[in-house]
């Protein structure tokens, strides 16, 4: 069954774009993959305009081979672009490979272990940097069911926090936490801001709130930084969503340098490269909670993942707190209900794209290049606020 053509959509927010490919076989049938890359949006375009050699007129089963060209086959080290193009082709191929055999594509990689899959929320405190602010917010998120929360308290921090900023990002920790108690974890990003001696303090200040995980607590290839931290604390470690295959993963599993891992399946190289990874982590003990800053696409792809491994712990979700609307992007949407999503039904995805609403919903452009907005988390001490209200 091969691939005759591609087109591509890119759907605007004021802080991420989010871009589809919607692969087309001899037969009519149609699959569709997505993704979200900062900075990047049009690059990846053009990324795949290069490369559509190497999919166009090949086999949408041999998903094998789909990685080999993309990566050996081009000999330089791949890296997020390549990852990322990779994804959306690969996942827009399962797609068409689930319709054709008209089975939900988790049931094609070896069925579900789970009958439902824990969620936390993100970008829920567009809010200003107070603590009663911070608690506000994190109250809607408890009141929406719920199981945990993340989220970055430390403005634009980078390497070390003024003393001004270390307090102040420890009052909102505990703001959130005293209308959490011990019901709903929470889960505090670093985004790879701090030297390991930092990341420390701040371990050690918040562990009696006995979060469920510190994330990229120092920059992610930093390893030596990584093993300082996990050996100076008690809470677990992630980290994992700036990892882009499986052999930048391999020092880390090897090393135990994570508790959990964090992949993203839409810059990961699609979803049977992170089934790989995240089932080498289980050979180490390691949960996997993949990492989910996506639409409607990436979340109900990472749901079929998630099912079926044996070390899946929970899902990050935003689409309830920033951007809402793009959840009109393909039906059915897959929702958080008392604190779970469901397994995904029918076959590939089991979704829908609404070409009206990607249509509608293109980006800006500057000089004929797709504007990024982004966040400049490390410039913009209320990058938090994502720009709410604003087109990009």
Known sequence: ???????????????????????????????VGEARVLGKTHTVLEFLRDTRRHFIGHD?????????????FDFGSAGEVVMTGLAMVEMACWDIIGKAANLPVYQLIGGKVHDKIPAYANGWYTCERKPEEFARAAKVVVDRGYLGLKFDP???????????????????????????GEGVQIFVEMHGRFAPHQAVEIAKEIEKFHPGWIEEPCRPEDTGALRYVMDHTSIPIATGERLYHAQQYRDLLSNRLAHIIQ???????????????????????????PHNVGGVITTVATLHLMV????????EHFNDFVDSEIKQAASPYPEVVDGYFCVPGGPGWGVELNYDFLESSRPEYDDGIIRDPGLNMFEKAEWNKRSQGERP
């Open 1 to 31: 069954m091969k691939i005759v053509s591609y087109t591509t959509y890119v759907v605007g927010t004021p802080w991420r774009n989010l871009t589809y490919v919607v692969l087309e076989t001899e037969d009519g049938r149609r699959g």
């Open 60 to 72: 949408v089963f041999d998903i094998e081979a789909l990685y080999r060209r993309f990566t050996l």
């Open 154 to 180: 430390f403005g634009n921090g980078d390497l070390e926090l003024t003393r001004a900023e270390y307090r102040k990002s420890i009052d909102l920790i505990e703001a959130v936490h005293s209308v959490t």
């Open 263 to 289: 992949p993203d399946l839409n810059q990961c190289g699609g979803l049977l490269e992170t089934k790989k990874i995240c089932s080498t982590a289980e050979t180490y003990s390691i949960m996997a909670a």
């Open 308 to 315: 079926g491994l044996r070390n899946a712990k929970i899902l």
